[in-house]
């Protein structure tokens, strides 16, 4: 069996049970699918948000302990602008 990773989604639920202005939908399924048919762990996983059905807004979802970290060019809403590292 593979070793377990941990993903954190920061900004997803906020403590009403609301939704915020972060990614928060992503597809876990085909990840686990991969990890566990290929032994191929992923290395992110993009979430994205979306506003009147179009989405607005990327980011990676980075293997604890490493974040998602802002590359300093392009859009801020795009997840090929960030890269996972360690914090």
């Not at 069996?1 to 639920?13: N, Q």
């Amino acid at each position: 069996m593979p070793p377990l990773y941990l993903r954190k989604t920061p900004f997803c639920v906020q403590k009403t049970g609301t939704t915020s202005d972060g990614p928060n939908s992503f597809d876990m399924l085909t990840p686990l699918e991969q990890w566990v048919e290929k032994s191929k762990a992923p290395e992110e996983i993009i979430a994205s948000h979306s506003t009147n059905g179009k989405v607005d807004r990327t980011r990676p979802l980075c293997p604890y302990p490493q974040v998602a970290k802002y590359k300093g060019t392009g859009s801020t809403d795009e997840a090929s602008n960030f890269a996972c590292s360690a914090p």
